[in-house]
C-alpha cells in the first residue's frame, strides 16, 4: 500500500511569484505533481477578467499584461503584515494593483472593484494547487504541508494557516523553505554534515544552517529579508529603463500601467536570458506617444555586466546576511561542508560566483533549486502521516526575537531570535494596581530593543485574576512556540491552580 491515497498530506511550496507542490510515495520516492500533463510550477497569480472570472496560475499570468490593474502577484510579501508597515508602501509602488489597510490590521488589496484580504488571495492559490492534485491524484487532497519563508513571523506562518482553513485545506504543518530544501537533499543518504542554504526566491530571501545527522535536521540558525527576491532584481532593471528613457525623452513610463507591465515583463525576461547569454536587447515596440501623437519604441542594450552592476547592492545584502547567520551559529566559512542553492534567482551567474568566492567552494548541485522545497515539503508530509514508517525529527528555529512589552514601551526578550522550537517557558507576573482581575500583556516579535520597532502579535488579556492588593497576585505566564514557529499563551493563578481565560486581539502597534 504504497500510493497515495485519501488523507495522503501533500507537500505544497506557495510561493511568492511560483508555487509548486509534490507528494511522496510510501517507498521513499517523491514526485511533483504536474498541471495538465505538464509544468509542475503554478504562477502564484490571481486575477479578475472584464466578465467577472477569476483566474488562477497561468491563466491569471496570460492575461496579467492587458489586465495589470486587476492581477494580483507577489502578495505573499503583504501575507500577516500590518498595514503601516513600510514594505506594504514600497510593494505599492512596484505593483500596479492598489494596496490599503485591511479591515482586521491587515493589509487589503483591490481586483475588480471588490477588497480581498491578502490571505483572502492565498486561499484561491492554495485552492486552485489542491484542485490539480486532486484532479492528478486521484482523490480529494485534503491536507498538506506548506512550506513558509524561515524570517516569517508567527502572524505571517498563522495567516498561511488560515488562509488553508478557508478553503477546508488542512494545513498539518508549517516549516521552513529552507529546512524543507535540506530534507530534499539529506534524507536517506545517511550524511553527517553541516550544509548552509541560501534560498534566493522571487520575493524572499533566506539562509539557515542545518546540521544534518542521518534522518536528524538541526537548524543552527537563521536570517533573511523577506523584502529581498528576484522582483527586486526586476526592479532595478526596471528602474535603470524608466531613468533612461526620461531622460531621452522627458516622458515618465512609471505612471501608465500597461507600458508598466509590458517593461516588467521583459526585464524577468531579459534578466533570465542574461543567465545564459552576456548579451541580450531590451526593445518594445511603441511603448507610448509623444504629446503630438508619434509613437515611442523603447530601445536599451542590455548586457550581463550592466545588470551585474544594478544588482551588486541586492546580492551584497544577501552576502552580508550569509555573514551575520554564520556569527549566530558560531561557524567560520570553512565549517560549512555544503552550499545549498535554492530559488530561481541562484541560478543567476553572479550570485553562483560571488558564493563561491564566499566560500572558497562552489556550491553544491544536489538540489533542484525549483523544486527541492516542494519535495522536502511532501516527504515531511509522508514522515508525518499515521501509516508511515519514515522517522525523522526537524530541530528549527525562531527567526527573531519573542518577548513581552515592558513599562515604557522596551523589549522583555522570552525568546531570543535563533532559539530552538518546539520551546516553552513560563514566566512569573503579578498585579500591578489593587483589585485588579485582568492581566493585559502585548507580545512582540522582532530584534529590535524597543518594541515599536517589532511587530505586534497580539495583546493578551487574561481573566480571573483574584482580586486583591497590587503585587498580591501570583500568576504565571506561559509562552508556547511550536514546532511550526506559532505561539500559544496561557496563564496560571498560581495560588488557585486555576486556568485563566485569554483572549487575544491584535490591534495596531
Ligand atoms: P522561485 O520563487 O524560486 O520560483 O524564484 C523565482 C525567481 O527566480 C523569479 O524572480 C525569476 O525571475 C528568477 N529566475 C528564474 N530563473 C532564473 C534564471 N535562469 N536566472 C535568473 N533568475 C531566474
Not at 427 to 447: H, K, M, P, W, Y
Request: some cysteine; proline content about 4%.
Amino acid at each position: 500500500m504504497n500510493s497515495p491515497g485519501p488523507g495522503t498530506i501533500i507537500g505544497i511550496d506557495l510561493g511568492t511569484t511560483n508555487s509548486c507542490a509534490a507528494v511522496a510515495f510510501g517507498d521513499g520516492q517523491v514526485k511533483l505533481i504536474p498541471y495538465k500533463g505538464g509544468d509542475s510550477i503554478i504562477p502564484s497569480i490571481f486575477a479578475i477578467d472584464d466578465k467577472g472570472n477569476e483566474l488562477i496560475g497561468h491563466e491569471a499570468k496570460r492575461q496579467w499584461q492587458l489586465n495589470p490593474r486587476n492581477t494580483l502577484y507577489a502578495t505573499k510579501r503583504l501575507i500577516g503584515r500590518a498595514p503601516k508597515d513600510d514594505v506594504v508602501e514600497s510593494v505599492q509602488r512596484s505593483v500596479q494593483y492598489q494596496v490599503h489597510a485591511g479591515t482586521e490590521n491587515d493589509v487589503a488589496v483591490d481586483c475588480h472593484g471588490r477588497a480581498f484580504h491578502v490571505h483572502e488571495v492565498s486561499a484561491k492559490i492554495l485552492h486552485k494547487i489542491r484542485d490539480v492534485a486532486s484532479d492528478h491524484l486521484g482523490f480529494k487532497v485534503s491536507r498538506a504541508v506548506v512550506t513558509v519563508p524561515a524570517y516569517f513571523t508567527d502572524r505571517q506562518r498563522q495567516a498561511v494557516k488560515e488562509a488553508g482553513r478557508l478553503v477546508d485545506l488542512d494545513v498539518v504543518r508549517i516549516i521552513n523553505e529552507p529546512t524543507a530544501a535540506a530534507l530534499a537533499y539529506g534524507l536517506g543518504k545517511q550524511l553527517t554534515e553541516r550544509v548552509l542554504v541560501y534560498d534566493l526566491g522571487g520575493g524572499t530571501f533566506d539562509v539557515s544552517i542545518i546540521e544534518i545527522r542521518d534522518r536528524v535536521f538541526e537548524v543552527k540558525a537563521t536570517g533573511g529579508d523577506i523584502f529581498l527576491g528576484g522582483i527586486d532584481f526586476d526592479n532595478a532593471m526596471i528602474r535603470h529603463v524608466l531613468d533612461g528613457f526620461q531622460a531621452k525623452h522627458g516622458i515618465d513610463l512609471s505612471t501608465d500601467p500597461v507600458a508598466m507591465q509590458r517593461i516588467k515583463d521583459l526585464a524577468e525576461r531579459t534578466k533570465i536570458d542574461l543567465s545564459a547569454r552576456t548579451e541580450a536587447p531590451f526593445s518594445i515596440p511603441f511603448i507610448t506617444m509623444t504629446s503630438q501623437g508619434q509613437p515611442l519604441n523603447l530601445d536599451v542594450k542590455f548586457d550581463r555586466k550592466l545588470l551585474e552592476k544594478l544588482t551588486h547592492p541586492l546580492v551584497d545584502r544577501t552576502l552580508k546576511i550569509v555573514g551575520s547567520v554564520m556569527v549566530d551559529a558560531g561557524v567560520t566559512a570553512a565549517d560549512i561542508d555544503e552550499v545549498m542553492l535554492v530559488g530561481g534567482q541562484t541560478r543567476m551567474p553572479i550570485v553562483q560566483e560571488r558564493l563561491t568566492r564566499f566560500f572558497g567552494k562552489p556550491p553544491s548541485k544536489g538540489v533542484h533549486p525549483d523544486e527541492a522545497v516542494a519535495i522536502g515539503a511532501a516527504l515531511y508530509g509522508w514522515s508525518l502521516q499515521e501509516n508511515s514508517d519514515l522517522k525523522l525529527q526537524l530541530l528549527d528555529v525562531i527567526p527573531m526575537a519573542i518577548g513581552l512589552e515592558q513599562a515604557g514601551g522596551t523589549m522583555h526578550v522570552v525568546f531570543p531570535r535563533n532559539a530552538a522550537i518546539p520551546n516553552a517557558k513560563a514566566i512569573a507576573a503579578t498585579s500591578s494596581e489593587d483589585g485588579q482581575t485582568e492581566l493585559v500583556v502585548r507580545i512582540f516579535q522582532g530584534d529590535q530593543a524597543e518594541t515599536s520597532g517589532n511587530e505586534l502579535l497580539g495583546e493578551f488579556t487574561f481573566s480571573g485574576v483574584s482580586p486583591g492588593q497590587a503585587g498580591e497576585a501570583r500568576l504565571e505566564i506561559v509562552f508556547d512556540v511550536s514546532i511550526e514557529g506559532i505561539l500559544t499563551m496561557s496563564a496560571r493563578d498560581l495560588d488557585s491552580g486555576r486556568q485563566m481565560r485569554t483572549t487575544v486581539r491584535v490591534t495596531s502597534s
